[in-house]
């Protein structure tokens, strides 16, 4: 008897699951074996999904706050009911090692609850205006209100938290949302509509569409859509931007970040095993996974050898076991191109001091220094598990070097010194500074984002939910204050 073959994935359509006008396959990134299938949507699906959240947008901004917090915290419920069951799902389709995976997961339950608690409390202000003479018994009443349906845009590096982290926002504010997820790893979105479909929510609250990257444009230039959300590459990113210039365009984008070890740092043990962990998890996939690393010379003939020894005892391989800290990368197009930028510094003079090599989609994690500005293992964002060293003289100095980049979204700053973490915080040309830690520090209910390359707006539920919304002032007279 023939073997039934299952069918594909269904994608989200308003809500309800649909099998597609296509399939494609989705690939295991450390061994290429195929994991499962999913439905792609045909236009006229993609038509009905964006015009649902179009229908729905009046109804759903009306919703009362705890009719939407209760829908969230279900989706942050059942998101921990079924957490290794969606750490599988991530690390079959990402590749991440699954204590990573796992940690990802607790994450998403947490956005989906802080979401929750949010819808709660998003309410707006009172101002009052007698504090002019023309404003005598008037009083300003400023609440947020939607812009409208949101398209979120994915990465594959974080499948579930960086989608968790559009939608949960989205829908507790009202706004009906239509996500993207990236097109190496849908699974992890699809399986959250799941999950989302038994949460409550209107008709049209929400759709996942599959469909690949070169077929997007559609959505990013509907006026039905008037928030895009995106989180991925700056090209991209920006491409996209330009795509929609009457569109409110939150975006998440690359980075090459920094961490410097000042010379006053007291544990150069701790930093090294921070800085090695996190140059390295996710295989280096991750915005804010150090890649520069600034070391004052007081301390680098100590700290070197340490950051050398800590790398080369990272566990790498097959990213199910869960002793495995670092596993493949997406794809061999980008483990090749990790491995050639690695080479090209070290012909240009860089030092290796560990790594460096390849096999299939797994990079060697790897420690060089002195890379020169010029090679783009320094310059540009190499989304890889590679530390490039550079020893400095002073803070001065390593500020200046941690600035010198077209990127700007996080550093981290290892110091005792209060003086020096107050400057670091008003110099470093970047959205987030951490003091005592690597830049690999995020909290998911705080502030995230960055400056000049690395994007506009800001991620973290409550600056989502403002970055989504608009205000909305109305003025009450003859109200004696």
């Known amino acids: 008897m023939d073997a039934i073959t299952p069918q594909p994935r269904p994608c989200w359509i308003a809500g309800h699951p649909e099998q597609g006008a296509q399939a494609t396959a989705v690939y295991h990134p450390f061994d290429g074996t195929e994991v ?50 969606i750490a599988e799902t991530i690390t ?24 929750g608690e949010e819808a709660r409390r998003f309410t707006g202000d009172l101002q009052r205006l007698d504090t002019d003479t023309g404003g005598e018994g008037r009083l300003a009443v400023v609440r947020r209100v939607p812009r409208g349906p949101v398209l979120a845009v994915a990465p594959f590096n ?25 097109s190496a790893t849908p699974l992890s979105a699809l399986l959250l509509g799941e999950l989302l479909a038994e949460a409550g929510l209107p008709e049209g609250a929400f759709s996942v569409l599959p469909v690949r990257g070169s077929d997007m444009g559609s959505l990013v230039t509907d006026e039905r859509l008037p928030v895009i ?26 980075s090459n970040s920094a961490a410097i070890v000042c010379a006053d740092w007291p544990d150069l043990d701790l930093a090294a095993a921070r800085i090695a962990t996190f140059g390295n998890y996710q295989a280096g996939q991750s915005c804010i996974a150090v890649q520069r690393v600034l070391v004052h010379r007081d301390v680098a003939d100590e700290f070197v050898p340490r950051l050398v020894a800590a790398v080369r005892a990272l566990r790498t391989g097959d990213p199910h076991d869960p002793e495995v800290e670092v596993g493949p990368l997406i794809d061999e197009d980008n483990a090749r191109r990790v ?48 530390l490039a060293v550079s020893v400095v003289d002073s803070v001065d100095e390593a500020f200046e070097q941690a600035n010198a980049t077209e990127y700007g979204l996080q550093a981290g700053v290892f110091t005792r010194d209060v003086a020096v973490a107050f400057r670091a915080a008003a110099e470093l040309e ?52």
């Open 158 to 182: 974080f499948p579930l938290n960086l989608v968790a982290h559009k939608v949960a926002p989205a829908l507790a504010v009202g706004a009906p949302v239509v996500v993207k997820p990236a």
């Open 339 to 386: 491995e050639e930028w690695v080479a090209e510094a070290v012909a240009a003079g860089a030092t290796l001091h560990v790594g460096g090599g390849r096999s299939g989609t797994s990079v060697e994690p790897t420690v060089v220094q002195d890379v020169p500005a010029s090679a783009r293992l320094w310059h540009q964002e190499v989304f890889g598990p590679v």
């Open 229 to 254: 959300s995106f989180t991925g590459s700056t090209a991209v990113g920006w491409s996209l931007a330009d795509s929609a210039p009457r569109k409110h365009v939150v975006m998440e984008l690359g």
């Open 36 to 85: 499962a299938s999913v439905a792609v949507p045909g236009p006229d699906q993609v038509e009905r999904a964006v015009a649902a959240a179009a229908a729905v947008a009046g109804e759903f901004r009306r919703t009362p706050a705890h009719v939407r917090a209760e829908a969230l915290l279900r989706v942050s419920r059942a998101l921990a009911e079924r957490a290794e069951e």
């Open 92 to 115: 079959a389709e990402n590749g991440k090692p699954l204590k990573w995976a796992n940690v990802e997961v607790t994450r998403a339950v947490n956005t989906f609850r802080f979401a």
């Open 430 to 481: 970047v959205g987030g500074v951490i003091i005592g830690d690597v830049p690999s520090y995020r909290a998911d209910q705080m502030p995230y984002g960055g400056v000049k390359g690395s994007g506009t707006g800001r991620e973290g539920v409550r600056s989502a939910m403002e970055d989504f919304t608009e205000q909305r002032t109305m003025v009450l007279t003859g109200i004696a204050l």
